[in-house]
DNA sequence: ATTATATATGAGTATACACACATATGAGCA
DNA sequence: TGCTCATATGTGTGTATACTCATATATAAT
């Protein structure tokens, strides 16, 4: 873990720290799915859907594609979502070993 | 990926999301270091360094052991430096697809 | 061309957050 | 006890960021 991989990863971990934007990558899974379907999955506003689906592309987190009059959103690939899967296993894991010990 | 899921990841993630943070993690590696050891490898503050140890214990992602007049920290365990290495690695494997393809 | 629908963008606002400065706590030693 | 060193905490401040409202763009249909 050099110097290069900090500024390679802070701003990728910063995009998903946000949970709402950690819902939508929720609700996209391995589907491509309109804008407006993201927005009644998440029952979020539809201007801040966009928002924050403007970020997660510029992140590269999430790819748009355009089909008639939608805009369809999806990961560039499954291994983000096997990613944070792993993540959440290890947190699991951790606060249970947690109990065990102290802090 | 579950809402569960969501609201146990994202203030993890938001923790990893400040570089300062990356890099006192980056800075222990599988060590256990006194705060003043931190300050000296990341250039940072002594009071900065220790507002992000304070959040970063209570994220549980590292771990104070009091010796003499020193407070050391360390990573709780490995497992999360080989999470962040492989993230990393999907990092560079997507941006290297990315160049390839378009967006 | 006009209208309707889907999505994006700009401006404004309130809140969160990183940081610095000053000071407090707590351990070890004279 | 008093002093020094290591670390933590409280307060203030500037900046970033999430969100809303209003509006713009782009596509499709009449």
């Known amino acids: 873990m050099s110097l290069k991989n900090v500024n390679q990863l802070s701003p990728i ?3 998903l720290g946000e949970p709402n ?4 990558l929720c609700s996209l ?8 379907d993201i927005v009644k999955a998440t029952g979020m ?8 689906l403007r970020l997660l592309r510029e992140a590269g987190l999430v790819r748009p594609e355009r089909r008639g009059p939608y805009i369809y959103y999806c990961l560039p690939n499954g291994e983000l ?11 699991d894991d951790k606060s249970y070993k947690m109990d065990v010990t102290e802090n």
Chains 1, 2 share one sequence.
């Open 13 to 15: 971990f910063k995009i």
């Open 21 to 24: 934007r950690l819902r939508i």
């Open 29 to 36: 899974g391995l589907e491509c799915r309109p804008v407006s």
């Open 45 to 52: 506003s539809q201007t801040n859907v966009s928002f924050h």
């Open 81 to 91: 979502l096997k990613i944070l899967d792993q993540f959440s296993k290890w947190l």
